[in-house]
């Protein structure tokens, strides 16, 4: 599956963004799908993954109650909605697919997007 990452941008922090991610390839309902992030310096970072169905959803505790993914396989895309940005969001974001029927751990994603940045300003 090909992958393709977009909706980021800068921000004030509080405020919110959309991230979306296009998917093209072999059917998009096999794949758990998942959100990571990778600010400079620091390895990349799991934020939130969404089983294959849509019915399970894991989010990092640090953007708990804050980010909120989401699929809708009939578009073959998946979303990650940021709400009350902190400055510390700031990170290159990426979307990951696994053939897991649920993964959270970056060794399990085997496909990756290209990366949308999101910078978020105090």
């Known amino acids: 599956v090909q992958l393709q990452a977009s909706g980021g941008g800068s921000v004030q922090a509080g405020g919110s963004l959309r991230l979306s991610c296009a998917a093209s390839?072999?059917?998009?309902?096999?794949?758990?799908m998942g959100w990571f992030r990778q600010a400079p310096g620091n390895e990349r970072e799991f934020v939130a993954a969404?089983?294959?169905?849509?019915?399970?959803?894991d989010v990092a505790d640090a953007v708990k109650g804050r980010f909120t993914i989401s699929r809708d396989n009939a578009k073959n895309a998946v979303y990650l909605q940021m709400n009350s940005l902190k400055p510390e969001d700031t990170a290159v974001y990426y979307c990951?697919?696994?053939?897991?029927?649920?993964?959270?751990?970056?060794?399990?994603?085997?496909?990756w997007g290209q990366g949308t940045l999101v910078t978020v300003s105090s």
């Open positions: 990951a697919a696994s053939r897991f029927i649920m993964a959270t751990r970056r060794g399990h994603f085997s496909s």
């Open positions: 390839g072999r059917s998009f309902s096999g794949y758990c």
């Open positions: 969404v089983s294959r169905s849509g019915s399970v959803t």
